[in-house]
């Protein structure tokens, strides 16, 4: 079992940055890859980010490539998405996720948090 526990979002304007966090519970952190998705009102649950147990692999969706960066510390259990160039368009639930698999495909994640919102105003 994990538990996630998301953190960071907030207020922000076009062309800022914001930091989420999400630390977990649990002894076996280190077996999961980790993804971070998002949600915007009348829209589905969408990728933004994954990464792998290691950290050693990353894949993003091409809407935040390169002004987004994943990462993630084993030791205190914790998972980072770093926002830079922040669009409106970015505005969401911000939710992380945790996986057997490094994958993409937001039914393979079996463990989420509760999400924290990101509102980017123009």
């Known amino acids: 079992q994990v538990q996630l526990v998301e953190s960071g979002g907030g207020l922000v304007q076009a062309g800022g940055s914001l930091r989420l966090s999400c630390a977990a519970s649990?002894?076996?952190?280190?077996?999961?890859?980790m993804g971070w998705f998002r949600q915007a009102p009348g829209k589905e649950r969408e990728f933004v980010a994954v990464?792998?147990?290691?950290?050693?692999?990353?894949a993003y969706a091409d809407s935040v490539k390169g002004r987004f960066a994943i990462s993630r510390d084993n030791a205190k259990k914790t998972v980072s998405l770093q926002m830079n160039s922040l669009k409106t368009e970015d505005t969401a639930v911000y939710y992380c996720?945790?996986?057997?698999?490094?994958?993409?495909?937001?039914?393979?994640?079996?463990?989420w948090g509760q999400g924290t919102q990101v509102t980017v105003s123009s």
């Open positions: 996720a945790a996986s057997r698999i490094y994958t993409i495909h937001l039914r393979e994640y079996a463990y």
């Open positions: 990464i792998n147990w290691s950290g050693g692999s990353t």
């Open positions: 649990g002894r076996t952190f280190s077996n999961y890859a």
